[in-house]
């Protein structure tokens, strides 16, 4: 009751002033009511689009895990381990022969790993 007992005197304020400014559309008036039109259409069509992006978007996403799964899959395009110092000379054959081997058979699709104290 409140609320209406405080608004109704500004909307009947708010009357008078619509009234006075009807006066002067046919004298130019036509323009900020277009421009405002216009402003709101671009505002509902922003929002519109908003939740249709919003719903498409929702509607082709994966839970979390699975995309891991699909990210962490091995296949031979996928790229193999290489330590980080793995250009610099090693003491081990094996080491060498490995990254030869993945250098040379993947077309050198690389994922540096950081190396880790032995």
């Keep these: 009751m409140t609320a209406i007992a405080v608004l109704l005197p500004l909307f009947s304020l708010e009357l008078v002033f619509l009234g006075a400014n009807l006066l002067k559309v046919h004298h130019g008036g036509y323009v900020p009511i277009l421009i405002a039109g216009t402003l709101i259409t671009m505002m509902w069509t922003w929002r519109k689009g ?69």
């Design 50 to 118: 908003v939740s249709v992006l919003r719903e498409k978007t929702a509607r082709q996403d994966i839970p979390l895990n699975q995309f891991m799964a699909i990210v962490e899959r091995k296949s031979e395009h996928a790229p193999c381990p290489k330590s980080r110092n793995s250009d610099l000379p090693d003491r081990h054959a094996r080491t060498r022969r490995r990254q030869f081997c993945c250098t040379t058979s993947s077309n050198n699709h690389v994922l540096h790993q950081h190396k880790t104290s032995s």
